[in-house]
């Protein structure tokens, strides 16, 4: 599967801090402020669209996270919902990250070997901003 899009890490990353996403759309922004993507909420998910309007995938929910399809439809790879937040898995359903929320509003990313690759935290605006493993934003969604 692809590499975790910025689309999906906000929607796990709102859905892990609790935030309301229903019927709205949301935009990412690259560390410049720069509109990077966006989605918005339909009947059975989520799509997601580039910088241009133009889609590129959908995220299906199901009983225990989502399904993750291309924009052609093809499914790339799946999320399930644990005790502490998210397990990303491949096509094949092998196991390629985690996602887990801790306390101070801030949800840390895992690869498959549980190695931090980067973070997400809240702030009081409801804005949830992107850092990599080192600490650098990366970007800003909301």
Wanted: aromatic share 18%.
């Amino acid at each position: 599967m692809k590499k975790f899009s910025t689309v999906l890490m906000m929607i796990l990353g709102m859905l892990a801090f609790g935030v309301d996403v229903c019927y709205a759309d949301y935009n990412s922004y690259d560390r410049y402020g720069v509109k990077s993507g966006s989605y918005r909420e339909t009947s059975s998910g989520y799509n997601s669209y580039d910088r241009y309007g133009a889609k590129t995938g959908s995220y299906r929910e199901t009983s225990s996270g989502y399904n993750v399809y291309d924009k052609y439809g093809r499914k790339t790879g799946s999320f399930r919902e644990t005790s502490t937040g998210y397990n990303e898995y491949d096509e094949y359903g092998r196991k390629t990250g985690s996602y887990k929320t801790g306390s101070g509003g801030v949800t840390t990313k895992y690869d498959e070997y549980g190695r931090k690759t980067g973070s997400f935290k809240k702030d009081s605006s409801g804005k949830i901003t992107e850092y990599d493993k080192y600490g650098r934003k990366v970007g800003t969604y909301k």
